[in-house]
């Protein structure tokens, strides 16, 4: 096995932890970091709070590899993640609700990157997501990560087996405060940094007036009804709006009203009780399957619909390669369009697609 590895290097505590690790254990790093045309605010240390791929980062990142004594590369990835801005804001405006995360893992960091340090000749990509790769008896698994709260295996459902055996997750052993107590025994610049917890490309938080700024012509006002099509108040676009909802309606009510469905075609909103949230399943598509599951027969699994949601027991038919429906055991609340569904044995990723619709 070769000990060339590819670092990608956020300039947080996670990725600069990683790098010593590798080190550590005798493996040649390289570190790169992603430059993607986001840009900091003038309050460096609010930033820092926001923490992610902004130019403070990249002084952070390679001032950790300084001190390792490492080769750093920023790589410009501006005009291709320009394109999942692009898919993000097309899918608030679709009706749907989308994952970047997701999207950015699956074609940049182990896409795009990847292909990168192929170029480098480099023999594994690394990084510091919480997750495990497990090499079993048909090869690389990807499992869940030993700490419950930072487990990242559900955004990486979309890597391809074919590379898993490529891929190292350092930190899939450790809890976070033991990443920490390492960061600061080895006087790392960044080890009190911390987490990052907003989309890189809303530091703000306001996805809403991202999506205005980036798309303007395609933002329509709309009406928000009730389940039997009464309206009840307009609202100024659908991107405001994700399922399961409760605040920030723009409309007062004697009772809690949630969004239940957003039919985009229409720029309607259709609100009403918390039971109207309950699917007892869903269907999905553009499923990357990391298990060999049989066609057309139904299988016993634990399906996760969301980042933190608690993976619920399930039933699940792969109808074709791309394509699978998913019965609960117990109904689910808020099943979302445009999020993703992870399907797990235990802790092994058995695979994962888009969440097309509600059943």
């Not at 990807?142 to 074919?162: E, F, M, N």
């Not at 957003?262 to 259709?270: D, F, L, Q, S, T």
């Not at 933190?308 to 791309?322: F, G």
Request: charged residues 25%.
């Amino acid at each position: 096995m070769g000990n060339k590895v590819l670092l990608a290097m956020s300039g947080g505590v996670d990725s600069s932890v990683c790098a010593q690790l590798l080190i550590d254990q005798g493996y040649e790093v390289i570190g790169v970091f992603m430059r993607t045309g986001v840009h900091g605010t003038e309050d460096a240390r609010a930033e820092r709070k926001k923490g992610c791929c902004s130019a403070l980062d990249a002084g952070d990142a390679r001032r950790v590899a300084d001190k390792f004594d490492i080769p750093f590369y920023a790589l410009d990835f501006e005009a291709e993640f320009g394109k999942i801005m692009d898919y993000f804001a097309h899918e608030y405006l679709s009706g749907r609700t989308p994952n970047p995360c997701i999207v950015c893992n699956n074609w940049l960091k182990f896409g795009q990157l990847w292909s990168y340090g192929e170029m480098l000749g480099v023999d594994h990509i690394a990084t510091g997501h919480y997750a495990k790769i497990v090499h079993g008896t048909d090869g690389a698994e990807l499992h869940r990560a030993v700490d419950p709260d930072k487990d990242q295996s559900y955004v990486l459902h979309g890597l391809k087996r074919k590379i898993l055996e490529k891929i190292m997750f350092p930190l899939g052993d450790m809890k976070k405060e033991q990443v920490r107590e390492l960061a600061f025994a080895a006087n790392l610049s960044v080890a009190d940094k911390p987490d990052s917890v907003e989309i890189c490309f809303v530091p703000d938080g306001d996805h809403a007036k991202m999506i205005k700024q980036r798309m303007p012509d395609l933002n329509r006002p709309g009406m928000i009804v009730d389940e039997a099509g009464k309206s009840l108040a307009t609202h100024d676009g659908i991107e405001r709006f994700t399922i399961g909802q409760r605040k920030g309606l723009g409309f007062a009510t004697g009772q809690r009203k949630y969004v239940l469905k957003i039919v985009a075609e229409e720029n309607k909103v259709v609100v009403g009780e918390m039971e109207g949230l309950l699917a007892k399943g869903l269907k999905s598509t553009g499923v990357n399957w990391q298990a060999n599951i049989p066609m057309n027969v139904q299988i016993n699994c634990q399906a996760q619909i969301r980042y933190r949601h608690k993976a619920a027991p399930a039933k699940v038919i792969r109808l074709s390669e791309e394509a699978a429906e998913v019965e609960f055991e117990t109904s689910q609340s808020a099943v979302t369009p445009g999020q993703a569904v992870v399907f797990y044995d235990g802790n092994r990723v058995l695979g994962g697609g888009w969440i097309d619709e509600a059943l």
